[in-house]
């Protein structure tokens, strides 16, 4: 379930993780529970409740507020044992979507991006949370909410390959890396219980992750259709997150965040989007210049 899994892109199951270092995992709001008290449970501290929030979009329109009852993502950071020849900048691209983001690969375990990791070492991937944009936010201002530090704003616009001088807009989404947050005991100890029953029950979760996706596939389509960009992105990223769907579930689930990423101009996610879209198409995308629009095309490739 990972952010953004990843949403965006590359960050989702594939990491190769070892069974006892599982990523984000999920967690259902008993009564009384606030984000503060999850974060302090989870990451020993309430400073990361905003990852939290980011991760399930709690705060795309203003507000977090949790109910009893509702599912939540927990982000984590992952973890990977490195091969024969590999460097920050490949394990980047492979984690991170883009080998310009090897320096924050090896920051977060200790490194520098020049000098390769060693074999056999176990490195660990930031939790990445993909921040989608309100009105009159900056980039000052999601450092300080997510790294707790507004001068690390120039961090965010590196990882997201912005200038420093572009203005963040609504519906922008920001890609977050989480290189300080840790799991407490407890935290890991869900994590793992996670990673055990996916194992074990994953025929059972897959049943019922695809039952409802069939349920939650028309609803994102029809916030696509409606100019609800912000809310399609929200929605299915949190389809991609809930477990093992179809190839057919997961084409339309990315091309509905591909129209979306193109309407909010995320072009490398709407990118990423269509290569996903592709790949579980199993080679039925057509891209007819009389009914795709020339910005869907150009996110695609297509000339």
């Known amino acids: 379930m990972k952010l953004r899994s990843l949403v965006l892109g590359g960050l989702s199951a594939a990491l190769l993780l070892a069974p006892s270092d599982a990523d984000a995992f999920g967690h259902v709001v008993s009564q009384g529970e606030t984000l503060a008290q999850i974060a302090i449970r989870f990451y020993g501290s309430p400073r990361f409740e905003a990852a939290i929030a980011g991760a399930n979009a709690l705060d795309a329109h203003g507000g977090s507020a949790i109910v009893t009852g509702q599912p939540l993502e ?24 883009d080998p310009r983001r090897a320096d924050t690969l090896a920051r977060a375990n200790g490194a520098v991006a020049w000098v390769p990791p060693v074999v056999n070492q176990e490195v660990e991937i930031p939790a990445v949370v993909a921040h989608i944009a309100a009105d009159h936010e900056t980039m000052p201002v999601l450092a300080q909410r997510y790294l707790g530090d507004a001068n690390k704003a120039w961090e965010l616009d590196v990882y997201n390959g912005r200038d420093g001088k572009q203005k963040l807009l609504r519906g922008d989404v920001v890609l ?19 990673a055990e029953r996916t194992r074990t029950e994953g025929g059972g979760q897959a049943y019922e992750a695809q039952r409802r996706a069939e349920a939650d596939i028309p609803p994102l389509l ?9 809310d399609a992105v929200a929605k299915g990223n949190r389809l991609l997150g809930s477990g ?52 869907i095309r150009a996110a695609c490739g297509a000339r």
């Open 244 to 295: 093992e769907l179809t190839r057919p579930q997961l084409a339309a689930i990315h091309r509905a965040l591909l129209e979306a990423y193109v309407a909010l101009e995320a072009g490398g996610l709407a990118a990423g989007a269509c290569s996903a879209w592709r790949t579980n198409a199993g080679g039925e995308v057509r891209l007819d210049a009389r009914s795709v629009s020339p910005k």
């Open 176 to 194: 977050v890396p989480l290189i300080d947050l840790s799991l407490t005991e407890e935290g890991k100890k869900a994590a793992r219980a996670a």
């Open 74 to 97: 927990i982000p984590a950071p992952a973890h990977y044992r490195v091969k024969e020849g590999e460097t920050w900048f490949g394990l980047a691209r492979e984690f991170l979507g």
């Open 222 to 230: 029809a916030d696509v259709r409606a100019g609800r960009y912000v």
